[in-house]
């Protein structure tokens, strides 16, 4: 990794270098905090957890061949040198931000309530047509997970696409230090971490910390169709770029009455929906216009496709390029996934869900053929206002022909009581655990189902995708 000494490093994170002198002009070739992931040459960051203490694992990684070690204890006669530190994690933090500033590469922050990781599978598939690409894996966007990404940045990465997750006040100020994006894209300013965040003003605060730490040059691309972001005309003294769906700013209610929202630079018309294998679209960008085909389905993908194509333009690709990259698109698991196996299709997003995200993925499923079916859970992280946004989601199924719902959890009789009151046709099974709607879902199956799955992640509605994956 280069410029990544043992000095070096000692001297980012205000650590104490204590080893061989001929050992300190050594670089480290990678680092990690998994002691399984340890290969020659790397620097191990040992955390301390609620039930393992990484530290334990010291003698091991030298074993491995790990050149050095942070710690926060002083080592008896160690295999090799290490870093004293008073906060593994802390330094941690401060070594990222010290190799991302040493870094000669552009970098793509990805913030927002819903479409975080859909968005950042989306720009690192079109930057991929130009670009060698390195992107946050899965879903690891937050102290520990973005550091790490960022010790994964190599010489022959041209632009690193990095996704930026909060839950709290100032947490986005420390990823967005370590981060320095060139371009910062916010999705939305949605219904999520109400806990610690309280308003949707407080999530607007919280996520443009990440404009204090943009590069002088850099901008700033937002939802023009969101109607917090569309006030964020300048950011550090630079236009902001729009994008969202037709050109002209649209009038929005909001909570404090009628609202004019931004006019895009960026925007898509002649959406058309493609059942569940996507969405047609015309984006036109001020240069040109191109016909695409979205290979993801729902209408809030023609948003990540849109926030892609302001990425790519910032960044020099051509219109085909473009193209090709949102056409290549494809989702992870857990996240608008689809399964077709045993004659039924599985939309498998369970990895998480907030009350905007629910109702996307309500309208993704009206759009299939055949029986409708969603299965849903609770909801975590939505303060005193709780109840009311699972009935929010409830009073959604008016009018989207669902044949069945099925819900489990504490909160989630709120989706089920509202769904009986607006939509009579849907049949709606309240059940009392997972395992007896896992036996209730299982019966009511049948050959040309669509089956939506989704809930916060703590509700384990994986093990559900997996009993639908199972033989008949």
Excluded: W
């Excluded at 802390?90 to 040493?102: G, L, Q, V």
């Excluded at 041209?158 to 986005?172: D, T």
């Excluded at 969101?226 to 909570?255: H, S, W």
């Excluded at 189902?449 to 809930?455: H, R, W, Y």
């Amino acid at each position: 990794m280069k410029n990544m000494t043992l000095e070096h490093i000692a001297q980012a994170c205000g650590g104490t270098y204590i080893g061989e002198e001929c050992d300190r002009k050594k670089e480290i070739q990678g680092a990690v905090i998994d002691s399984r992931l340890v290969g020659e040459g790397y620097l191990f960051i040992p955390i301390r957890g609620a039930r393992v203490d990484g530290h334990d694992f010291i003698p091991a990684v030298f074993e491995k061949g790990a050149l050095a070690v942070l710690s926060e204890q002083r080592l008896e006669h160690p295999a090799g040198p290490y870093i004293l530190v008073d906060s593994t994690e802390e330094a941690m933090k401060k070594i990222a931000a010290f190799y991302r500033r040493s870094l000669d590469i552009k970098v793509v922050g990805i913030t927002g309530s819903v479409g975080k990781t859909s968005t950042k599978e989306m720009i690192a598939s079109v930057l991929s047509e130009k670009y060698c690409v390195l992107k946050t894996e899965g879903n690891l966007n937050n102290e520990i997970g973005l550091p790490l990404t960022i010790f994964k940045i190599r010489e022959e990465h041209q632009v690193a696409v990095l996704e930026m997750g909060i839950s709290e006040f100032g947490e986005m100020h420390r990823l967005a230090e370590m981060a320095q994006p060139d371009i910062c894209v916010i999705t939305n300013i949605g219904l999520c971490h109400l806990e610690n965040l309280i308003t949707r003003d407080g999530i607007l605060k919280a996520k443009t910390e990440s404009f204090e730490h943009l590069a002088p040059d850099g901008i700033a691309v937002l939802n023009g169709d969101d109607d917090k972001l569309c006030d964020k005309k300048m950011v550090n003294g630079r236009p902001a770029v729009f994008y969202g769906i037709g050109q002209e700013a649209k009038t929005a209610e909001t909570e404090t009455g009628s609202k004019r929202l931004a006019e895009k630079e960026v925007y898509a018309t002649d959406v058309e929906a493609i059942g569940l294998e996507g969405t047609k679209a015309v984006i036109h960008t001020p240069e040109q216009q191109f016909e695409v085909v979205i290979p993801i389905a729902g209408e809030h993908n023609v948003y990540n496709a849109l926030a892609a194509v302001c990425v790519a333009r910032r960044l020099g690709l051509d219109a085909e390029e473009m193209k090709l990259g949102i056409e290549h698109a494809h989702t992870i698991g857990g996240r608008s996934n689809l399964i077709r196996k045993n004659g039924i299709t599985i939309i498998d997003d369970c990895y998480n869900a907030n009350p905007v995200s629910m109702m996307a993925s309500i309208d993704v499923l009206s759009q299939a053929k055949g029986r409708k079916i969603a299965v849903l859970g609770d909801m975590g992280e939505l303060g005193s206002e709780e109840k009311k946004l699972h009935g929010m989601v409830g009073t959604h199924f008016a009018g989207k022909k669902i044949d069945a719902l099925f819900v489990t959890g504490t909160l989630a009789g709120e989706i089920a009581e509202e769904a009986r009151r607006v939509a009579p046709e849907t049949r709606v099974y309240a059940e009392p655990d997972k395992e007896a709607l896992e036996e209730a879902l299982l019966d009511c199956r049948r050959p040309g189902d669509t089956i939506l799955v989704k809930a916060s992640h703590f509700m384990g509605f994986s093990e559900i995708v997996k009993k639908l994956e199972q033989p008949q």
